[in-house]
């Protein structure tokens, strides 16, 4: 498949920049010199050695697994074992890991075919403009980052490379990036700022707390919301205008009976043990869905807390939290209490102006009784997953106070 050959992409593009750093350029002639196969197992770092590894590995239609470099010695040796143990159907592009804020992350195999049709999907919303360059800020290890590599070889448009340590906003900027995909955290330490020349941000990876989106579109940054998941290669939903609703890919069929399930040409083949995952993936996310392709995704089944009978949606309990004045982002999770099974905990990241007698007061006007916070940590960050995920299982085990309202 020529699309996915930095070779042809050489023939085709020749001294357009492909990688993009704030140090140098390197053209699509550069890099079809210098990829070189990786072998079947590359520990993804945020270098151009690593987008070389997964250009040569594209070449060659040799398999490769992305491992996280941040994954700790246990989770790389036992993601290592589980790939020298299994045996990857023909066609197959990568491995990916799962991130893991659920348990144990699975390894997800995709085939070129699915990872090429991502990319057209992703196309057919955003389009491509002459000038367009992707930023990448985001672990190549897991879709969210590695999909981006791979639209930009298809399409034959250049990515700018956050390198280590490299200043997220001094690297939109100065390497004049027109879309960017960011997880919130990321998205939250910019919106005080511009957006540049940005003119669409891939918004994905975890909920987005209301506030983020209020603040950052107040400051016409260019926000669309993403849903999608390792298994699709990225995202299968996306808004289609700033602060709009998720809205289907073309090529992408849902059902929502509770969970989600989803039909694409995006779907991975299997995982790593040998489980089928296409022709259909029955996730464990909640969703509706409107006849004219807007999703609403409500969270995910075992986040669910049952309290007394009720069923709480921690991501219904957060858009209360975060809208909180003096409340930055917050996270919900279930405490066993022995009258009600499970109550309501959360965890919150404070400013100095928190009043929490105010925010008390709001609690018990917004939400009912059941979803009010019984326990409650006040921290000066939450735990993330190296996907920038909240770690919700590290966040549930953070010492808690009881509340009274």
């Known amino acids: 498949m020529s699309v996915l050959s930095i070779a042809a992409a050489a023939r085709d593009a020749g001294d357009l920049p492909a990688i993009i750093t704030l140090h140098r350029t390197w053209t699509f002639a550069e890099c079809a010199e210098l990829a070189r196969t990786p072998g079947p197992v590359l520990v993804a770092l945020p270098e151009v050695t690593t987008i070389l590894g997964v250009y040569g590995a594209l070449e060659a239609a040799q398999p490769v697994a992305m491992l996280h470099a941040k994954a700790s010695p246990d989770d790389q040796a036992r993601q290592r074992a589980e790939i020298a143990n299994a045996t990857l159907p023909a066609g197959t592009a990568f491995v990916l890991f799962t991130s893991g804020s659920t348990g144990a992350s699975k390894g997800v195999v995709l085939s070129r075919t699915a990872i090429t049709a991502a990319a057209r999907a992703s196309e057919a919303r955003l389009g491509w403009r002459e000038d367009d360059r992707w930023l990448l800020p985001l672990p190549m290890a897991h879709a969210g980052g590695l999909s981006i590599v791979v639209r930009c070889l298809i399409a034959r448009k250049p990515l700018i490379l956050v390198e280590h340590d490299t200043d997220l906003a001094v690297a939109m900027r100065d390497a004049r990036a027109t879309i960017a995909s960011f997880v919130p955290a990321q998205l939250?330490?910019?919106?005080?700022?511009?957006?540049?020349?940005?003119?669409?941000?891939?918004?994905?990876?975890a909920a987005t707390p209301p506030n983020l989106l209020a603040t950052a579109l107040a400051a016409h940054w260019p926000v669309l919301t993403s849903y999608g998941l390792t298994e699709t290669f990225g995202q299968i939903a996306t808004a289609r205008t700033p602060g709009g609703p998720l809205v289907l890919l073309p090529s992408v069929d849902v059902e929502c009976s509770a969970t989600i399930a989803i039909r694409t040409p995006?779907?991975?083949?299997?995982?790593?043990?040998g489980t089928a995952i296409a022709p259909q993936l029955v996730t464990a996310d909640l969703g509706e869905l409107e006849a004219d392709g807007t999703l609403h995704v409500l969270g995910r089944r075992d986040d669910v807390?049952?309290?007394g009978g009720e069923k709480i949606h921690p991501l219904e309990v957060e858009a209360i939290l975060t809208a909180t004045p003096g409340i930055s982002s917050a996270c919900a999770f279930g405490v066993a209490d022995e009258r009600y099974g499970h109550v309501v905990g959360a965890a919150i990241v404070t400013a100095?102006?928190?009043?929490?007698?105010?925010?008390?007061?709001?609690?018990?006007?917004?939400?009912?009784?059941?979803?009010r916070p019984r326990w409650l940590a006040e921290v000066l960050q939450l735990p993330l997953l190296p996907s920038g995920k909240l770690?919700?299982?590290?966040?549930?085990?953070?010492?808690s106070l009881p509340v009274a309202y």
């Open 188 to 205: 939250a330490s910019l919106v005080t700022g511009s957006p540049a020349a940005l003119r669409a941000i891939i918004l994905g990876g």
């Open 266 to 273: 995006q779907l991975a083949t299997c995982y790593l043990d």
């Open 305 to 307: 807390i049952i309290s």
């Open 352 to 371: 100095p102006a928190f009043d929490r007698i105010a925010a008390l007061a709001h609690w018990h006007a917004t939400l009912a009784p059941y979803a």
């Open 391 to 399: 770690d919700r299982r590290t966040i549930a085990t953070l010492r």
